[in-house]
């Protein structure tokens, strides 16, 4: 997992996030079952048949409905780097919330868009990191 940082002069964060959780919630029940099927269609499916590829489309068409596409709506600031990282190779950009993090996968057969990404945001703001598939473990 790739995990992008891009320096943005502002982005909705704080007060600010709550208020738009406060008008624009709950999202339409059509927007929901877009992006339920999305997840459980789509994501899933192609996460238990270890596709990178089609998840990452998947990652990249949930950015399109539901909360994420308000979010956009409303702090479109991260759109050109979500851009940029796709056009670089990336399988799919998401963003965390409002930001700042931006984060896709990738596999040896586009390792090089971690390069990219550290030209793209800059070298200290790229992290990679794997998916923890437990949660926390309490030694004894």
Known sequence: I???MPEVEEHMHDQQEVNVFQTYCPIPKTEVEQVSHLILMNL??????KDIVN?????????KVGFNK???SLDPHYLPTMQALDDAGAYGT?????GP?????FDDDNKDIVKA???IVGK???????????GYVIEK
Do not use: M, R
């Open 70 to 72: 308000l979010e956009h």
């Open 101 to 105: 993090t931006l984060y896709t996968v």
């Open 124 to 134: 200290d703001k790229v992290k990679v990191t794997k998916a923890q598939n437990h």
């Open 2 to 4: 790739l995990l992008a």
């Open 94 to 98: 998401g963003i965390s919330s409002f």
């Open 117 to 119: 990404a550290e030209e």
């Open 55 to 63: 998840f990452g489309w998947a990652i990249k068409e949930l950015q």
């Open 44 to 49: 899933l499916p192609f996460l238990l048949e």
